[in-house]
């Protein structure tokens, strides 16, 4: 599987929106390997190495392929490293290393 979607909430005062989290996985030949879209913030933006680290260190590797993360929808402001967890869910799932629960 290549494509994978998780959900999150951005949280503005007491007010949360529902954040669709898509990932995808592709070959690139390109050294843009991770990209990210949809209006993130720096902490967001940052999430690569933090990501990258979390799976590196508990033994799922990091794909070899190119990612491309999409919080939708992109109108919405993302703020913070709460946004961390389901990306992480997402390229583990969309590596295969997980199984989607319905």
């Known amino acids: 599987m290549a494509l994978f979607k998780t959900r999150s909430a951005a949280v503005y005062g007491i007010d949360a929106h529902l954040i669709d989290v898509e990932v995808d996985l592709y070959k690139s030949g390109t050294a843009r390997d991770f990209m990210m879209v949809g209006m993130p913030d720096t902490a967001v933006r940052e999430s690569r190495e933090r990501i990258k680290s979390a799976l590196m ?3 799922f590797g990091f794909p ?3 990612v491309t993360i999409n919080p939708a929808p992109a109108d919405v402001r993302k703020e913070g490293a709460g946004f961390d967890l389901p990306m992480a869910l997402g390229i583990l799932a969309a590596m295969g290393a997980v199984e989607e629960s319905g």
């Open 57 to 59: 260190n508990s033994g």
């Open 64 to 66: 070899n392929k190119a």
